[in-house]
């Protein structure tokens, strides 16, 4: 299967404007790269610590829900 591949105009006033957007928040926000490791690990370590809990007590939560639903349908199979 081939893409169909299609170019859009930008007129040179929008580029222009665009290029010094992109420019101005080059040069006023501090890149990734430049800070040390330990900087690095100790901003994305809470993020990381958050999404474990949540998946827990997603696993927890649907564990619960598929256990009542057991004991239901086994409740309804010794009562028939």
């Known amino acids: 299967m081939a893409a169909a591949v299609s170019v859009e105009y930008m007129s040179g ?3 222009k404007r ?4 992109l420019d101005k928040l ?3 926000e501090p890149r990734l790269e430049g ?3 330990s900087d690095r690990a ?3 370590m809470p993020w990381h610590g958050l999404l474990a809990a949540s ?3 997603m696993a927890v939560a649907l564990s619960l829900l598929a256990a009542t639903g057991w004991m239901q349908i086994r409740a309804r ?3 028939a």
């Open 35 to 37: 800070r040390r490791s």
């Open 18 to 21: 665009l290029h010094a957007t």
């Open 55 to 57: 998946v827990a007590v």
């Open 77 to 79: 199979a010794t009562l």
């Open 42 to 44: 100790a901003a994305f």
């Open 26 to 28: 080059d040069a006023g």
């Open 13 to 15: 006033p929008s580029l």
